[in-house]
């Protein structure tokens, strides 16, 4: 059994940086593409940046230029380093891990944007 856990998240004024992190469990992820999503309130859960099994990364237009996503295979861990943060970037954070054959999801981690 597959187990994502995020951490890193909380308040943070706007124009701040927040370092996520996700830990995952159970089954080596190497080959899989991790990647962070958020939901706003009332909002669809939506892509903020991935990275492939290579290591190839592709972001959010929202987010680029702003954000780096980064994993360890090692450990089994992908990192998503926020900077310049915007209100608009409040959401519950999502840590997701998938190949061709299964999807997971971590419990997400609460980011707030505010002054």
């Known amino acids: 059994q597959v187990q994502l856990v995020e951490s890193g998240g909380g308040l943070v004024q706007p124009g701040g940086s927040l370092r996520l992190s996700c830990a995952a469990s159970g089954s080596d992820l190497s080959m899989y593409t991790m990647g962070w999503y958020r939901q706003a309130p009332g909002l669809e859960r939506e892509l903020v940046a991935v990275i492939n099994h290579e290591g190839s990364p592709n972001y959010a237009d929202s987010v680029k230029g702003r954000c780096t996503i980064s994993r360890d295979n090692a450990k089994n861990t992908v990192d998503l380093q926020m900077n310049s943060l915007l209100p608009e970037d409040t959401g519950v954070y999502y840590c997701?891990?998938?190949?061709?054959?299964?999807?997971?999801w971590g419990q997400g981690t609460q980011v707030t944007v505010s002054s």
């Open positions: 997701n891990a998938r190949n061709i054959i299964w999807e997971f």
